[in-house]
């Protein structure tokens, strides 16, 4: 046991403000059960410190973490810490990845960066740091990933050639001059956001042939110039009128939407029952003990869950008290028959991980479909509830038992219709908890009969029905692997950083995991829990299947299943 570092993180620990709770104790080892600690094989020392979203506050006190002298990564991401970089880190020589993003740090950054020359990952984007970055920076060699992003550095950005280097970002600060060369290879996103000049060598012209001497151009030549623009001048005036035109009257009728939705239910009465064939349409499903018809739903009190992409989602309180989801359906594309159809498959379907159809109800100016109401909500409501919300984060049990039922009923879905069903929108907002709070999915078979794929968004969708604006089997899978990710993470998928820009789940996790900081990935929350680190790895890992680029890479859903359900007994044995 390292005795000396234990007693030097008691130290920090009694020194910095907190307000979460954490388990060291002298009595305890360290190596096996500290939370954020992790020893050398010989347990003498301490080599990784991990502690995100700790809810540090104040200055990091000096002389304490400093004196892990065999520290290789720090992460103290994510806290409330604030006052300068702590000057001395620089006796950390051994460091080689320091994590100390999204906190309150400002003032300059070290002057002298030679001291950390292992250095491979450097992450002290969204921070209050100020000043220009020190030449020195050219010392670190071995690094990887440099991220300053969103402090309010300024100054030129040094021209360093750093061979190892991949990912870059020093987005959202005060930078002046130009990117220098030896930067130029890294994509302009890195260095958006700042007062960057454009650089000349990227406006040249393509150099003309040595032959042909450039020459005045003959007058007709202008005449020619100025007719073109002024008709393409025309040209886009027109468009644009034409496109305003469009937004207001899409404007005009979203007004009238939501104005319906106010007033609840009792639009679609008057709207629905106008040719008088009162419950005629409300379809049930066997196995519903539903007792309620239509006019019974356009008299119950209507609550806006909210809107989605294929309509608005209401609660429907009955009048023998239970509860029902109604979604009513816009943009429905198919003709009547092609509707009843599909909803005829979809309500076929009965398994424990697959919300079941109770109803739906087909006019020419309503499609509902009526679904049992969840009263816990979604998924995605439990995994983002606001703090303050009184809700209790999920838990890691929790969210495996959620992958293998999302699973299951996803693999049920796929062997349906002689194989040929596919879901078409996953996501967490459409998984439910059932009875055994394992997890299930609903909106089966919706995205056949409304907007096409490409329309929709959210983070969840496979790349391939961008292009084709088709949906297969194997974007459901990858559609999953995002699911996954945001288990594992707690990030919603279009918003994954601690800032307010937004960043691709999928692409963010690749950037991380790529660096082998996997540990940086997962949702703080999970960090709590002792030994689920190989589960939430090996998790991790189905998830990067499933987001496979292209569909023939990704697995198919049964074998996912086998996977996930694999992850409690690997996790175990490996642990064991
Ligand atoms: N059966 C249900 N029980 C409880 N809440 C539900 C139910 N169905 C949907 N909701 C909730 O109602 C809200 C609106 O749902 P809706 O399906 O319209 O939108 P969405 O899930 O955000 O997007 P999409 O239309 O792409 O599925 C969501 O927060 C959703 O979780």
């Known amino acids: ?19 979460s709770a954490i388990n060291w104790r002298m009595n305890s080892l360290a190596c096996s059960n500290w939370t954020g600690v992790t020893c050398d094989h010989q347990r003498s020392s301490i080599i990784a410190l991990r502690l995100p979203a700790l809810s540090f506050h104040g200055p990091i006190p000096p002389n304490t973490l400093s004196r892990l002298s065999n520290l290789q990564i720090l992460s103290l991401r994510s806290n409330g810490l604030s006052g300068p970089f702590p000057s001395d880190f620089s006796n950390l020589k051994n460091l080689t990845s320091l994590h100390l993003q999204c906190n309150n740090f400002s003032g300059p950054l070290p002057l002298n960066l030679s001291v950390w ?23 670190l060699t071995h690094l990887t990933v440099l991220s300053l992003a969103n402090n309010s550095l300024s100054g030129e950005i040094p021209d360093f050639r750093i061979s190892s280097l991949q990912i870059i970002d020093l987005s959202n600060n005060l930078f002046t001059g130009t990117v220098p060369r030896s930067l130029g290879r890294f994509p302009s996103s890195a260095f958006l956001g700042n007062n960057l000049a454009p650089n000349s060598g990227s406006l040249s012209l393509p150099a003309l042939s040595p032959q042909k001497k450039p020459s005045k151009l003959s007058e007709s030549a202008v005449l020619g110039i100025v007719i073109g623009c002024s008709v393409l001048v025309l040209g886009l005036l027109a468009l644009l009128l034409v496109v305003w035109h469009l937004k207001t009257e899409a404007k005009n009728q979203d007004l009238q939407r939501t104005d319906k939705n106010q007033k609840g239910m009792e639009n679609l009465r008057s709207r629905s029952l106008g040719n008088g064939n009162g419950n005629g349409n409300l379809v049930f499903f066997e196995g519903s003990n539903l007792a309620f018809n239509l006019e019974d739903l356009f008299r119950a009190s209507a609550e806006v869950l909210g809107k989605g992409t294929f309509g608005t989602t209401y609660k429907a309180a009955l009048e023998d008290s ?7 359906l816009k943009d429905v594309y198919v003709t009547k028959r092609e509707f009843e159809q599909q909803m005829e498959v979809v309500g076929s379907i009965r398994h424990e991980n697959v919300v079941p159809l109770r109803a739906y109800y087909y006019s020419k100016d309503e499609k509902l479909m009526v679904y049992d109401y969840f009263n816990e909500g979604s998924v995605s409501s439990m995994l983002h509830a606001k703090i303050g919300n009184n809700t209790k984060p999920l838990d890691w049990e929790s969210r495996l038992k959620i992958a293998v039922g999302v699973a299951k009923g996803i693999t049920h879905i796929h062997t349906q219709s002689g194989g040929k069903l596919v879901h078409g929108n996953i996501k967490s907002s459409n998984t439910f908890l059932n009875r055994h709070r394992n997890g299930c999915i609903s909106e089966m078979g919706l995205a056949a009969v409304t907007t096409p794929a490409a329309v929709r968004g959210g983070g969840y969708q496979a790349p391939e029905t961008m292009a084709a604006k088709k949906i297969y089997q194997a974007s459901d899978v990858y559609s999953f692997g995002v699911l996954l990710l945001e288990l594992l993470t707690g990030k919603s998928p279009a918003n994954a950083t601690c800032g307010n820009e937004v960043v691709h789940l999928v692409r963010w996790v690749h950037s991380v995991v790529q660096e082998e900081w996997t540990a940086e990935v997962f949702d703080v929350e999970l960090l709590k829990y002792p030994n689920i680190e190989e589960e939430m790895v090996e998790m991790l890992q189905i998830a990067m299947q499933c987001v496979g680029k292209s569909p023939e890479q990704r697995p198919k859903m049964a074998e996912v299943v086998k996977l996930v359900e694999n992850i409690r007994i690997t996790g175990v044995s490996s642990l064991a």
């Open 322 to 328: 239970n509860a029902v989801v109604v979604k009513r």
């Open 117 to 139: 020359d292992n250095l491979s990952v450097l992450n002290l984007s969204h921070n209050g740091f100020t000043g220009s970055i020190s030449p020195s920076i050219s010392s």
């Open 1 to 19: 046991e390292p005795t000396e570092d234990k007693k030097i993180l008691l130290d920090f620990i009694q020194k910095i403000p907190h307000s």
